[in-house]
């Protein structure tokens, strides 16, 4: 997968960012560039975003509450979607996501 780039500025959740299920190994790297005052999580769903109106979504269990610092991380199991949620702040926090074994 080519590098994916959403971002959130101010309280709220950035778009999806869809996973390919298909890929062996599923291995994906991410990182959060954090500008200004903000606290933010990245979160997983086992829900297919297209098909799941409201899909349920866990924190990263070592990239959660990150307060205005720079931070990366990985997925070396499936998961369907990803994406950042911005808790408290005004600043940005802008996630970045490579997924192995796709061009």
Do not use: C
């Not at 080519?2 to 299920?21: A, H, Y």
């Not at 954090?34 to 109106?53: C, I, K, L, M, R």
């Not at 990366?72 to 074994?101: E, H, M, R």
């Amino acid at each position: 997968m080519r590098q994916q780039v959403v971002s959130q500025t101010g309280v709220g959740s950035s778009e999806t960012i869809p996973m390919n299920l298909d890929s062996t190994p599923f291995n994906v790297g991410f990182g959060v560039v954090a500008d200004g005052t903000v606290t933010y999580t990245v979160q997983h769903s086992f829900d297919n975003p297209w098909t799941t109106e409201t899909p349920t979504w866990f924190d990263h269990p070592t990239v959660a509450s990150v307060v205005s610092t720079d931070a990366d991380g990985n997925y070396a199991f499936p998961v369907a979607a990803i994406k950042v949620a911005v808790t408290a702040g005004s600043g940005t926090a802008q996630l970045t996501v490579i997924q192995a074994g796709i061009a």
